[in-house]
């Protein structure tokens, strides 16, 4: 039966290797964003008869995988096999090292064994070979990232950490991050909290929140809110847009302004939507505002963080850029025509694009959280903008395919109006200066770099 075999060495205690393991968030960390697959059911860890449920995908049909844990030996290994999925036979086994007191490594060895005997080994043996190589490569640096970030801010100790829009695409990530560090991470919702559950209800269009589940909390990251590319923007949903943001970060600010014990940050999402179109303008946190919708929006949404402002609150105004990520946003949605080769610069392709990875986008919030020096309007978006000529070329590239086929402005303002112009037609050439001023490291600050990481290329 065929071996699989991916190893990596780590500059830290072993121990600190085993316990990222070992808490919670670690299993959606290692899933490779581009496979769409999400945990269904979690009983345990690592140890033995721990069982985890995943749905996935496997070419076009979805697929349950569960598996069971077994052979755990503290410290030094862990097992998972296959009672059900796409696999004959799958035995993972998790193999830790102490290389000395400051060093280790990790072994990832699978025994697998293909359906249809040699027959699916023939057709399917390559491809998955190429699949788990790309995993575990992705994996094993997912893994090198989080013990450094998690170090750099190790004498902060563990937080208990308010998260709202923990469902979207950037907050699941962001929960799982934190929780690899030790933080207890409660999430705001809309639904009433399960028993047992550390989630906490809020409704932000009744104007209802459970205040007395927000005490003892120390920070708060706040990124609900209506997704602003869902779709043309009639006036009812550029009001359910400005709303979400206004009333949502308002009702939030208030209450925590209110709590006997306050927390020390708030983190709140905003946009580089709020500087407009500007062409080849630099914009950095000290420049003026734009006109346009967006502009509205960030200018009502940083405004409603006030009450936790002036009671006292280092309050973080982060100005996102596009998320790149293939979980959704933007490169979602470019990958299925630039797979094809039909993909290519938009409108002119003259107009800045201001990205950040999900990577670093973690990054960012995980360093707003405890960097005290930070507060403010803060851009997160990378220090090397691109054009969007320059983009589709690079992400063509990154594909193997042709990204030559332009979409014409007249046709994205016929498609998406008034959405389509400032989103995809607006200019923004916007660098992160105090993010760079507070020392920030950015992992994957160019373009390449970070969507082959993110695309697993």
């Given at each position: 039966m065929p071996v699989f075999e991916k190893h990596a060495t780590y500059p830290v205690p072993v121990q600190d290797l085993w316990d990222w393991h070992l808490r919670p968030g670690a299993l959606e960390r290692m899933i490779p964003p581009w496979e769409h697959a999400r945990v269904l059911e979690q009983q345990g860890t690592v140890e033995n008869g721990a069982r985890v449920v995943l749905r996935m995908k496997v070419g076009p049909m979805p697929v349950q995988w569960t598996a069971v844990h077994e052979a755990y030996d503290e410290g030094r290994r862990f097992r998972d096999v296959q009672v059900r999925g796409p696999f004959a036979r799958w035995v993972h086994d998790h193999l830790f090292e102490a290389l000395d007191s400051e060093s280790c490594s990790l072994t990832d060895r699978v025994d697998y064994k293909l359906p249809l005997g040699p027959v699916g080994q023939f057709f399917g043996g390559g491809f998955v070979r190429s699949?788990?190589?790309?995993?575990?490569?992705?994996?094993?640096?997912?893994?090198?990232?989080?013990?450094?970030?998690?170090?750099?801010?190790?004498?902060?100790?563990?937080?208990?950490?308010?998260?709202?829009?923990?469902?979207?695409?950037?907050?699941?990530?962001?929960?799982?991050?934190?929780?690899?560090?030790?933080?207890?991470?409660?999430?705001?919702?809309?639904?009433?909290?399960?028993?047992?559950?550390?989630?906490?209800?809020?409704?932000?269009?009744?104007?209802?929140?459970?205040?007395?589940?927000?005490?003892?909390?120390?920070?708060?990251?706040?990124?609900?809110?209506?997704?602003?590319?869902?779709?043309?923007?009639?006036?009812?949903?550029?009001?359910?847009?400005?709303?979400?943001?206004?009333?949502?970060?308002?009702?939030?600010?208030?209450t925590l302004a209110g709590l006997k014990v306050k927390p020390s940050v708030l983190v709140s999402a905003s946009g580089t939507g709020a500087y407009g179109n500007r062409g080849d303008e630099v914009l950095t946190e000290d420049s003026d505002l734009g006109e346009g919708f967006l502009v509205d929006v960030a200018r009502e949404w940083e405004a409603a963080t006030a009450p936790a402002r002036e009671a006292g609150i280092r309050t973080v105004m982060l100005r996102i850029g596009p998320v790149l990520t293939p979980a959704g946003g933007m490169l979602e949605k470019l990958l299925p025509p630039f797979s094809l080769g039909v993909g290519g610069p938009m409108g002119s392709g003259n107009q800045w694009l201001s990205w950040i990875s999900m990577e670093d986008m973690l990054g960012v919030i995980r360093h707003a959280l405890f960097t005290e020096s930070l507060s403010g309007p803060v851009n997160a978006v990378t220090p090397e903008p691109v054009t969007n000529r320059e983009f589709a070329r690079v992400l063509g590239r990154v594909l193997a395919r042709p990204a030559f086929a332009p979409l014409p402005a007249?046709?994205?303002?016929?498609?998406?109006?008034?959405?389509?112009?400032?989103?995809?037609?607006?200019?923004?050439?916007?660098?992160?200066?105090?993010?760079?001023?507070?020392?920030?490291?950015?992992?994957?600050?160019?373009?390449?770099?970070?969507?082959?990481?993110e695309l697993g290329r």
């Open positions: 699949t788990l190589e790309r995993n575990m490569r992705y994996r094993h640096a997912v893994l090198g990232h989080d013990l450094s970030r998690h170090a750099d801010f190790h004498n902060h100790g563990p937080k208990r950490i308010i998260v709202s829009g923990a469902t979207g695409l950037v907050g699941r990530s962001l929960c799982a991050f934190l929780r690899t560090g030790g933080h207890a991470v409660d999430r705001l919702v809309r639904r009433n909290p399960e028993r047992g559950s550390l989630d906490i209800y809020w409704n932000p269009d009744r104007g209802e929140i459970d205040a007395a589940s927000l005490e003892g909390a120390e920070a708060v990251v706040h990124l609900a809110g209506e997704n602003v590319a869902g779709g043309r923007w009639t006036p009812e949903r550029k009001a359910a847009i400005l709303e979400s943001r206004r009333v949502g970060t308002r009702l939030l600010c208030e007249a046709v994205i303002e016929a498609l998406f109006g008034e959405m389509g112009r400032e989103t995809i037609l607006g200019s923004q050439r916007v660098l992160p200066r105090r993010l760079a001023a507070s020392g920030f490291p950015f992992l994957l600050p160019d373009l390449e770099s970070a969507l082959r990481f």
